[in-house]
């Protein structure tokens, strides 16, 4: 049975510090990993996606990293700004259940103005 | 235009009540599907329907049923509400399933409180 889970559950940093948040999984077996973010009160945004051939997505002031073999994901996030404050979450995709997403609980950022 | 739809986005209701969250996407995709996000914030997939194909979560109650009049409609109907059933419900969507390597879209979320 896949687990995500998301290390650290909190963090906050003073604006325009660059920051990294993880994510790891028990089974090397996905097809893909996606992070979204999610506000309060809110839905959630999908980040990236990232395949299970790729290494890294970038978009912006964000870069997410996969090792499928280790089961880790990294989202770095640089020069942070108060708007990043929000919720990071780590899914995987690894077919059979529902067919849905497998996530982690999540990281919960606040980026100090 | 809201790609994916939910209403109503607050429900509060009796236990034993029989209730339906209704859920709409715009984006044409072959893939819809709910999950619950408990008070612990966790998220968990519930159900996924591609093409008239319905894949259930087995930990599921069987209270829960899905409903899809076209492709572009998922409702979520639920039984005899339990006061364990109070969460927060997302409907979402993809192109394809979820192997096909497609992000997923999700609504805003209904918040269900059962009294």
């Not at chain 1, 499928?68 to 708007?83: E, V, W």
């Amino acid at each position: 049975k896949q687990e995500v889970t998301q290390i650290p559950a909190a963090l906050s940093v003073p604006e325009g510090e660059n920051l990294v948040l993880n994510c790891s999984f028990t089974d090397s077996a996905i097809y893909n990993l996606q992070w979204f973010r999610q506000d309060p009160g809110k839905g959630l945004t999908s980040l990236l996606l990232i395949q299970s051939s790729q290494r890294e997505q970038t978009s912006g002031r964000l870069n997410a990293s996969l090792d499928k073999s280790s089961g880790r994901s990294t989202l770095y996030i640089a020069a942070s700004q108060p708007g990043d404050s929000a919720t990071y979450l780590c899914a995987v995709y690894s077919g059979g259940g529902a067919d849905g997403l497998t996530f982690g609980k999540g990281t919960h950022l606040i980026i100090q103005p | 235009d809201t790609a994916v739809s939910q209403t109503p986005k607050y429900l509060v209701t009796q236990m034993g009540n029989d209730k339906s969250i209704k859920c709409e996407q715009n984006l044409g995709h072959d893939t819809m599907y709910w999950y619950k996000q408990d008070s612990k914030k966790f998220l968990k997939i519930m159900f996924s329907y591609n093409n008239k194909e319905l894949i259930i979560n087995e930990t599921v109650p069987n209270r829960f049923s899905p409903k899809s009049p076209d492709k572009a409609h998922l409702n979520l109907h639920i039984n005899s509400l339990e006061l364990g059933d109070s969460a927060v419900y997302f409907c979402a969507s993809s192109l394809r399933g979820g192997g096909s390597g497609n992000t997923i879209y999700f609504g805003e979320g209904s918040w269900l409180t059962v009294v």
